[in-house]
């Protein structure tokens, strides 16, 4: 298909960015994991980047099939974007081989960064929230696994603003995740749910 090409400052007012940097396995894998939400970055108007750490480029990645689509984007100046991303890791301890992501808004301002893959709930939830509704029809690529997620989140927000205890609780799991643990040793708190609904 044809390419079209970008520079950063053009896409100002018009597009939102995450940044994704690592190697050939760490980009391919950040791909993988944030197929799931594709139709997410088009609602909420984010050019999925992809900055490699190794020169590897879009065919080396094995991109899957229900990866494709204009929300994934590949850096043509990748060298540029590995210079000013390594200058910032370097700062960052055990930095070394972890890829790490950030992302802009619209005025090229940034709206978080980190280490590792992003946490797509997280980043698409609160930091970079839809913008536009688009219909499943929309979607050529639309799976059971994307059709499980949508029934989930469906549950979690009818639950959330109805106040259903008894199906919150159904929907998430007792034991803690690594995730979970991770924030509780950091000092994070858990509130139960019957102080939330």
């Known amino acids: 298909g044809a390419t079209n090409k970008f520079k950063v400052r053009q896409l100002r007012e018009k597009l939102r960015l995450l940044v994704v940097y690592g190697d050939q396995a760490t980009i391919r894998d950040t791909i993988v994991q944030a197929a799931v939400y594709r139709r997410r970055f088009v609602q909420s108007e984010v050019a999925f980047l992809a900055v490699s750490s190794d020169g590897s480029v879009r065919s080396d990645w094995n991109v899957p099939e229900n ?4 929300w994934l984007w590949e850096a043509q100046n990748s060298q540029d974007w590995r210079e000013y991303l390594e200058e910032i890791l370097a700062t960052k301890k055990n930095a070394i081989g972890k890829g790490a992501w950030l992302s802009l808004n619209k005025k090229g301002r940034s709206r978080g960064s980190g280490l590792g893959a992003p946490r797509y709930d997280e980043l698409l939830g609160s930091r970079l929230p839809p913008t536009q ?14 059709q499980s997620v949508l029934a989930a989140q469906t549950a979690f927000y009818g639950a959330l603003t109805g106040g259903d205890l008894e199906t919150m609780k159904n929907i998430f799991s007792a034991q803690d995740t690594e995730d979970v643990e991770e924030f509780l040793s950091l000092g994070g708190r858990l509130d139960p749910w019957q102080s939330q609904l």
């Not at 990866?67 to 204009?70: D, L, T, Y």
């Not at 509704?133 to 994307?146: A, K, W």
């Open 67 to 70: 990866a494709r689509g204009g």
């Open 133 to 146: 509704d688009i219909s499943r029809e929309d979607s050529p690529n639309f799976t059971d696994l994307d």
